[in-house]
């Protein structure tokens, strides 16, 4: 039996280095936070949106010799906003789950009127989303639906006669307490919210195409730190050592290995919870390519 006793003389002198135990811990801990990612019950509804001004692109709306009307009613401008929403927690939404008193809906701002709404696309037919006008406020819609599993959704289309592009998304849906969460993702292509100079809408541009450029590096930079902390010779040791003054000589592996790995985690932390895309089956052809400046 010389031959398991040798074995496990040499997997004590393996798991007694630093740096092994380093990686265990940050192993352990990597595998507990992804447990809890996958087991966790969330109640969320995202949106997010976008649009375009199609008449009256002042603050006075159209001139005072041009009129347009839209079913029969003058309207001094008329505003597109398109609105992805779906649900980006783990829970199930039911149709009951919506408060009648405070209906789940979208309201219009700066004293605009609703024209028409649209469901564009619906992740699922069988969840029946409808979007009825509010039959006594003609700048609210009703948003309704049988039920909604997570990554269920629609893309709204919003006719209405407010100078402003965006939409208040109100209403209070039981296990949903903070209410909708808006995001900042612009689909690409598409025309951004906020409009206010061609400068502004180049630096949004940038920053939407560029917005996971630092936690990917985080990560990059990170695991090649541990990386060589891990496969380093003793050799390389000495010469930071001797080349570095004290107190910054004080090199060894599980300081590399465990700042290493923090820093790869913490770049996949920011890269996992700054998601913005809307579920793929929200994905209207041709809809993100519009509108191209």
């Known amino acids: ?19 092994v135990g380093s990686i265990i811990g940050i192993v352990g801990l990597a595998v507990a936070l992804l447990a809890y990612l996958w087991t966790r019950q969330r109640g969320i509804i995202k949106y997010t949106q976008s649009g375009e001004r199609l008449l009256g692109l002042t603050a006075d709306g159209l001139p005072r010799d041009v009129t347009v009307q839209y079913c029969g009613t003058d309207i001094q401008r008329l505003t597109r906003t398109i609105i992805w929403f779906w649900n980006a927690g783990e829970k199930t939404f039911k149709g009951s789950d919506i408060v009648t008193h405070d209906h789940f809906r979208l309201e219009v701002k700066n004293g605009g009127s609703v024209l028409a709404a649209t469901v564009l696309k619906q992740a699922r037919d069988v969840c029946m989303i409808a979007v009825p006008l509010d039959t006594e ?33 109100c209403g209070t849906v039981v296990g949903l307490p903070g209410g909708a969460k ?38 990059v930079v990170g695991l090649a730190v541990a990386m060589t902390g891990i496969f380093a010779s003793a050799e390389t040791f000495l010469v930071a050592e001797s080349i570095f003054p004290p107190p910054s000589r004080n090199f060894g592996r599980t300081p590399l290995i465990v700042l290493g790995f923090l820093y790869a985690i913490t770049g996949f932390i920011v890269l996992y919870f700054g998601r913005r895309r809307y579920p793929k089956s929200l ?10 400046n």
């Open 1 to 19: 039996m010389g031959w398991l006793q040798t074995v496990i003389d040499d997997a004590a002198g393996f798991f007694s280095l630093g740096w």
């Open 137 to 169: 406020s003609p700048d609210k819609i009703l948003i309704k639906f049988d039920f909604l599993d997570p990554k269920d959704g629609a893309v709204l289309e919003v006719l209405h006669t407010s100078e402003v592009i965006s939409l208040d998304v």
């Open 182 to 219: 808006e995001i900042g993702f612009t689909p690409i292509g598409f025309t951004p919210r906020v409009r206010d100079s061609r400068v502004s809408s180049i630096i949004m541009r940038v920053l939407n195409a560029f917005r996971w450029a630092a936690p990917i590096a985080a990560m």
């Open 283 to 292: 994905y209207i052809v041709g809809l993100s390519r519009r509108n191209r």
